[in-house]
């Protein structure tokens, strides 16, 4: 006889209380999903702030609650939208918001040991210039480790879901089809991964930087009917005017975060020696690819293994700068906005220092972006304008071009010095 399906309550120190099922709950048990309880949020970011020792494990779930309530208030909002655009009925709507709850949870099962900060190491496709992303491994991982919970757990027999539908909900693919439209919950401008990672973040690095009015953001979100397209269009996710501000608080909210955390110059010369470290420490200098013979390979990577190779000697020069906190110093930073002078003058710098530079590291060229947001407002009368158009103050915001140099700790001295000869020149 089997036992009844029952509701688990799990406490989070940002939603207070979130809800998992059964079905949730199986796959959370999976040695897939529970590697992530070994996988660092932000790295090695807990050297600067100390409390940021959160994991993936934690914000795979606060990902899947925050996409529940944000599916739930566009229903509310956008009904007659997602009947007539959509063609959704009730069953529908049900069927796809547990979509949108699996592939919100597994989001990130594919990331690497110290999340972001290993992304560089990623393997090349074959005969094909990119590499690999994590959200292809997530992909991978759904496929081949979390079909048969997926797929045979007896919930399932009220949706008839494959893994791939998931899979395919993660990369953005047409095999989603009517499920697409909530891809952008997961992955877009104004998705439940941000909006989680920014308040996660915030609260454990013990800064205000990442808050926003989360509550008035959900309350506000909508699906909007493109106007003047041909065909109609589909629909997008946006929102009300009157959940402008709240939507310009998480606009500004990701940028003071990307400023004052995940660009911050200390952090981002720990991301520097891990990167070094795990080339020395991977076999190639790569992870494995996310293929079904090497998938269990690339699995085997956490922040557990990592550190303890690391403590038993491996990982060369930056291994041991790692643990010895004997990074590299910070010795010259362009300003937030970098001008085209600017930009002239780092070159003066740099040709200064010489071989006293040891690393160099763009905000460009960060995992995090601070690029502007592209968020619909829905207005009075049926108007439909973009975010920025209603803020003068993301109107104006540019994208983050800083540049950070750095010099081993016994060089930054002289190299200190070497740039405020340049500097006092200007």
């Given at each position: 006889?089997?036992?009844?399906?029952?509701?688990?309550e799990?406490?989070?120190?940002?939603?207070g209380f979130?809800?998992i099922?059964?079905?949730?709950?199986?796959?959370?048990?999976?040695?897939?999903?529970q590697?992530?309880?070994?996988?660092?949020q932000l790295?090695?970011?807990?050297?600067i702030y100390?409390g940021?020792?959160?994991?993936?494990?934690e914000h795979?779930l606060g990902v899947?609650?925050?996409?529940?309530?944000?599916?739930?208030?566009?229903?509310k909002?956008?009904?007659e939208?997602?009947r007539?655009?959509?063609s959704?009925?009730?069953?529908g709507l049900?069927?796809?918001r547990?979509?949108?709850?699996?592939a919100?949870?597994?989001h990130?099962?594919g990331?690497g040991?110290f999340s972001?900060?290993a992304e560089e190491l990623?393997?090349?496709?074959?005969e094909r210039?990119?590499k690999?992303?994590?959200?292809q491994?997530?992909?991978a991982?759904?496929r081949?480790?979390l079909?048969?919970?997926?797929?045979?757990?007896?919930?399932n027999?009220?949706y008839g879901?494959l893994a791939?539908?998931?899979?395919?909900?993660?990369?953005g693919?047409?095999?989603?089809?009517?499920?697409?439209f909530?891809r952008?919950?997961?992955?877009?401008?104004?998705?439940?991964?941000?909006?989680?990672?920014l308040?996660?973040d915030?609260y454990?690095a013990?800064?205000?930087?990442?808050r926003f009015d989360l509550h008035?953001v959900?309350?506000t979100?909508?699906?909007?009917?493109?106007?003047?397209?041909e065909?109609g269009?589909?629909?997008?996710?946006?929102?009300?005017e009157?959940?402008?501000?709240?939507?310009?608080g998480?606009?500004?909210?990701?940028?003071?975060?990307?400023t004052?955390?995940?660009?911050h110059k200390t952090?981002?010369a720990f991301?520097?020696?891990?990167?070094?470290?795990l080339?020395?420490?991977?076999?190639g200098?790569?992870?494995p690819k996310?293929?079904?013979?090497e998938?269990d390979c690339?699995?085997a990577?956490d922040d557990?293994?990592?550190l303890g190779l690391?403590?038993?000697?491996?990982?060369?020069e930056?291994?041991?700068r790692l643990?010895?906190?004997?990074?590299f110093?910070?010795?010259?930073?362009?300003p937030?906005?970098?001008?085209?002078?600017?930009?002239s003058k780092?070159?003066e710098?740099?040709k200064?220092?010489g071989?006293?530079?040891?690393?160099?590291?763009s905000a460009?060229?960060?995992?995090?972006?601070t690029?502007?947001?592209d968020?619909?407002?829905?207005?009075?009368?049926?108007?439909?304008?973009?975010l920025?158009s209603?803020?003068?103050?993301?109107?104006?915001?540019k994208m983050n071009?800083?540049?950070?140099?750095?010099?081993?700790p016994?060089d930054?001295?002289?190299?200190r010095?070497k740039?405020d000869?340049?500097l006092?020149?200007?």
């Open positions: 006889m089997k036992r009844p399906h029952r509701k688990y799990i406490r989070c120190p940002i939603h979130i809800e099922n059964d079905w949730e709950r199986a796959i959370i048990d999976e040695p897939a999903f590697r992530l309880r070994r996988i660092r790295a090695w970011t807990d050297h100390p940021a020792m959160h994991t993936r494990f795979s899947m609650h925050t996409a529940s309530m944000l599916y739930d208030a566009i229903v909002n956008s009904l939208v997602l007539s655009e959509l959704y009925n009730e069953d049900r069927r796809d547990q979509l949108v709850r699996l919100a949870l597994l990130d099962v990331h040991p972001h900060a990623l393997p090349h496709r074959d210039a990119e690999y992303k994590h959200e491994y997530s992909a991982i759904v081949w480790k079909a048969a919970v997926i797929e045979g757990h007896d919930l027999a009220n879901f791939e539908d998931v899979a395919a909900l993660l990369e693919s047409s095999k989603a089809k009517q499920g697409l909530w952008d919950l997961v992955d877009g401008q104004m998705d439940a991964d941000r909006m989680d990672y308040l996660r915030s454990h013990g800064v205000q930087y990442g008035r959900i309350n979100v909508c699906a909007i009917r493109p106007a003047g397209e065909n269009g589909a629909p997008r996710l946006g929102v009300l009157g959940g402008v501000h709240g939507a310009e998480l606009v500004l909210a990701r940028y003071f975060m990307f004052q955390v995940y660009f952090r981002v991301d520097v020696h891990l990167r070094h470290a080339k020395e420490i991977l076999p200098g790569v992870f996310p293929t079904a013979t998938l690339y699995l990577w557990w293994r990592v690391i403590a038993q000697g491996e990982g060369g930056h291994g041991r643990g010895r906190r004997d990074h110093r910070n010795i010259y930073h362009t937030e906005v970098t001008e085209r002078a600017d930009l780092l070159e710098i740099k200064a220092i071989p006293l530079l040891a690393a160099e590291e460009t060229k960060s995992w995090y972006k690029d502007k947001a968020i619909p407002v829905f207005g009075q009368a049926g108007k439909l304008a973009p920025s209603f803020s003068s103050v993301l109107a104006n915001l071009n800083q540049v950070l140099l750095y010099a081993k016994e930054a001295g002289a190299a010095k740039v000869e340049v006092k020149k200007s």
